[in-house]
């Protein structure tokens, strides 16, 4: 079974298409990296909603790391200034745990492909939950909207395809 790990914009989409109690019907392991629920590595926590509880609730597991790969955050952050340190915590995660790399964020994405690193994102999520017919096609379109209306960006083309298929 292959482990997801998941960044703080996927949690808020899944949050927002009111997606977080289908997802852990989906044949995957989810996690997430501790510090998107801490403010130690930033001035302020990263995430609000969902909570702590509705993510645990939602089958995700907290991931830590260890001395080491601290110290390899802290050596990517100079290397990939552009993203956040809770970010290039996800990347060092997935790296770790061999795991697909759950990001909507386009820098992000870029930095786990020169890492060699899986990426997947929210609309590969709603491709999953359909495929595995947890959610049928009139649920996945307004679960999309939602997040689109929650001011989530999103490829419009990838989008406008989707909910053109989902209406057959």
């Given at each position: 079974?292959?482990?997801?790990?998941?960044?703080?914009?996927?949690?808020?989409?899944?949050?927002?298409?009111?997606?977080?109690?289908?997802?852990?019907?989906?044949?995957?392991?989810?996690?997430?990296p501790d510090a998107i629920l801490s403010?130690?590595?930033?001035?302020?926590?990263?995430?609000?909603?969902?909570?702590?509880?509705?993510?645990?609730?939602?089958?995700?597991?907290?991931?830590?790391?260890?001395?080491?790969?601290?110290?390899?955050?802290?050596?990517?952050?100079?290397?990939?200034?552009?993203?956040?340190?809770?970010?290039?915590?996800?990347?060092?995660?997935?790296?770790?745990?061999?795991?697909?790399?759950?990001?909507?964020?386009?820098?992000?994405?870029?930095?786990?492909?020169?890492?060699?690193?899986?990426?997947?994102?929210?609309?590969?999520?709603?491709?999953?939950?359909?495929?595995?017919?947890?959610?049928?096609?009139?649920?996945?379109?307004?679960?999309?909207?939602?997040?689109?209306?929650?001011?989530?960006?999103?490829?419009?083309?990838?989008?406008?395809?989707?909910?053109?298929?989902?209406?057959?």
């Open positions: 079974m292959n482990l997801l790990i998941s960044d703080t914009n996927i949690l808020i989409d899944l949050y927002n298409g009111n997606l977080l109690d289908k997802i852990k019907q989906l044949p995957y392991k989810f996690g997430i403010d130690a590595f930033t001035d302020k926590i990263e995430l609000h909603e969902p909570g702590v509880e509705e993510i645990l609730d939602a089958g995700f597991r907290i991931y830590s790391l260890e001395a080491d790969e601290l110290v390899e955050v802290y050596s990517l952050n100079e290397s990939y200034s552009h993203l956040s340190v809770i970010d290039i915590f996800g990347l060092v995660l997935a790296k770790k745990h061999k795991a697909i790399l759950l990001t909507g964020d386009k820098k992000l994405r870029q930095a786990a492909q020169n890492k060699g690193i899986e990426f997947k994102g929210i609309l590969w999520i709603l491709d999953e939950l359909i495929e595995n017919s947890i959610i049928n096609k009139e649920t996945a379109t307004g679960s999309l909207q939602k997040i689109l209306d929650k001011g989530a960006y999103l490829p419009k083309v990838e989008c406008q395809k989707r909910f053109e298929n989902w209406k057959k």
